[in-house]
């Protein structure tokens, strides 16, 4: 005797007003079910859980994520949410069901570490360009000590460096 699963039900609030998906309506939660490998023992319950991406703090078995994997499938699920639901990765649902999942397109820039662009440093004729050359140890340029000397001046009349002529932070 074969069972078929039940079509999706809508309506059945599951978090935020989406569609349930049925597993079986069998009056056990667990379910033995025949394979290549032998008898497994399937929690129904589990898999109705994970395959409404209720699965949170716990695992299922590689039989019960196989099992959800392929009613997700029948429903015509896309595999990113199945792999999502159930916590199997793309290759695993590929090596599982052969011809019936699109191979991943593998970009040749993933992995790698983009590098950021320079920030322009700061520029003569400004206090953070007199900081750089006494950071740098050389004497500051004529530009940059006129510059620190202003903002010397605005630090003494306002009690900030903000606003300061020559500042990042000078108001236009």
Known sequence: MRIKPRP???????????????????PVPTVWLATSDGLVLLDVI?????????????KLTRDEKWF???LMLDRKIPYSTISTH???SAATLIEWFPGEIEPLVIRSDRG???R?????????GSRSGHRRHIRRRERPCKRCLLAKRAADRHYREHGTYVGAPGSRTEAS
Do not use: D, H, M
């Open 68 to 70: 959800a994997a392929r």
């Open 46 to 58: 589990a898999v109705e859980l994970a395959v409404n991406g209720l699965r949170k703090g716990w």
């Open 8 to 26: 999706v039900e809508p309506g059945v609030p599951a978090g935020r007003q989406r569609e349930w998906i049925p597993v079986y309506s069998f």
């Open 116 to 124: 950021r662009q320079p920030t322009p440093g700061p520029s003569c």
């Open 86 to 88: 159930l916590g199997a």
């Open 112 to 114: 790698k570490k983009r």
